[in-house]
């Protein structure tokens, strides 16, 4: 073999390498993670439409989530998990969200049509398990398809 198909099979096996190399921020996936795919497109929601559920009512919340990834909420069911009220005009919907590391990031909810994503940024340096949350939105229409995604920046 000739120097030339040596350094090129010496990159392809670098580059090979690299597309193999892990660097998911979690170290085990929850089953409620379902990322939306890539070519979706989804608006925003108002932070003062959406909140997680507070530590007491979480396993309450995510015991109603079991078999579902939303649940349409009373508005006094909704201001009983989160602890506050949120924004009229629409639907109260318990959603499901998971989580890396909870206290160096925050959610953001995106509607494209009947569906939603529920994501949770953070900030670490490791992988780390997923976790469960649960949170309430108030949606145009409980959701016909819900996406729950998380990420990790350094």
């Not at 979706?40 to 579902?68: I, K």
């Not at 506050?84 to 959603?95: D, M, P, R, T």
């Not at 494209?112 to 398990?129: E, I, Q, S, T």
Request: charged share 20%; proline share 8%; hydrophobic share 45%.
């Amino acid at each position: 073999m000739c120097a030339r198909h040596t350094m090129v099979f010496a990159l392809l096996a670098a580059i090979g390498c690299g597309l193999t190399d892990d660097r998911r921020a979690f170290s085990s996936a929850d089953s409620w993670y379902s990322p939306p795919p890539f070519t979706a497109d989804f608006a925003p929601l108002d932070t003062d439409r959406f909140a997680p559920v507070t530590e007491p009512f979480q396993p309450e919340a995510q015991a109603a989530l079991a078999s579902v990834p939303a649940k349409r909420l009373s508005a006094d069911e909704a201001a009983r998990l989160t602890g506050k009220q949120l924004s009229a005009g629409g639907e109260y919907v318990l959603l499901r969200a998971v989580v890396l590391h909870e206290g160096t990031g925050g959610f953001d909810i995106g509607i494209n049509g009947r569906a939603v994503n529920v994501h949770h940024g953070c900030l670490g340096r490791r992988p780390v398990p997923m976790r469960r949350k649960a949170l309430v939105a108030v949606l145009p229409a409980v959701p016909e398809t819900v996406y729950v995604s998380c990420s990790m920046a350094e």
